[in-house]
């Protein structure tokens, strides 16, 4: 390997500014090379890929996905959801080689036609280096017709890495939440009970209305007192009105946001204790909280949620690093 020729299974190919090399290739790499050849017989590198790399037991790579846990809605027949798989090692040569991943079905399947990691394999992630990839899900016609909130859960793991197969431990949950309308539910038709007509109408005789004389007395005035309505206030249940509550307003101020979006949480049924965790987690995994509130709705408890971002307890730590 020189800066203008590699020799590769004993064929010398040119290497110029325009040759797309796919990755880090060192000295005794499998390689896969396209090429053109020119007038007087040279072979021009158009493209070298790296194909399977020999295992370097040195290398200590550290792969995991950013964030651990994804959630979304969805009410089409294919969805795409962008996911990131990153390297966290900082040392040089700590390369990940031969990177494959694979998927599990946890809940849902029956929704479900296809799906589809693209790309499902990379041949070398460098330390430090992120790459991003797309979940793409397919389903079948039951899903558009799906009870609204039914749920597909997927799991996304490291399937090989040649490396370091030991520590092929990274997760990636995503959740799909149906939001269709739904099949809806069948109008009952009240049955009525006809009256029936009678045959003889009988005859009545009207009773005489005795006449009355004397004097009225005169009657004395009532007095309605005058009541003083009682401000509604805002509480859990549903009953939300525009007065400001000091909890929203103190949540608030301690995460920069408008007032009137946490009193929207508060609204959707979640108590102060949790947005304030929800906002604090959110902040520590670097992700909108809007997606801590949809792993909450999805029917996961907080201690799983705060595990799959892998974020520290937000209660009490407001986002600040301890």
Known sequence: MSASNWVISGVTVQITSATQISAVIVLNDPV???????????????????????????????????????????????????????????QPGDSANDVELGFIVEQGAEFINQVTLTPATFAVVEPGQSISFTIDVSFNPTW?????GSLVKLRIFIARETNRPDHLNARLNVVLKNNCKGPEKPTRTPTTTPTPTPLVSPTVTPTPTPTLTGTLPT???????????TPETTEIGGRCNNQP??????????????????????????????????????????????????????????????????????????????
């Not at 558009?144 to 609204?148: D, E, G, I, N, R």
């Not at 009657?219 to 309505?229: N, Y």
């Open 245 to 322: 509550n000091p909890k929203a307003i103190k949540l608030a101020n301690l995460y920069g946001v408008p007032v009137e979006e946490i009193v929207g949480w508060f609204c959707q049924g979640f108590g102060f204790g949790e947005i304030d965790l929800a906002y604090s987690l959110a902040r520590n995994a670097n992700v909108p909280v809007s997606t801590v509130f949809d792993l909450r709705k999805s029917g996961l408890g907080w201690g799983e949620i705060k595990k799959q971002l892998g974020g520290l307890p937000g209660n009490g730590n407001h986002g600040k690093k301890p």
């Open 32 to 90: 896969k090379v396209s090429f053109i050849v020119l007038p007087d017989g040279t072979r021009q590198a158009q493209q070298i890929e790296l194909l399977q790399a020999a295992p370097r037991p040195s290398a200590k790579p550290q792969l995991g996905f950013k964030p651990s846990g994804l959630a979304t809605s969805s009410c089409t027949a294919t969805i795409s959801v962008p996911a990131v798989l990153i390297n966290h090692a900082g």
């Open 219 to 229: 009657p004395t005035p009532t007095l309605t007192p005058t009541v003083t309505p």
């Open 144 to 148: 558009l017709t799906a009870q609204k």
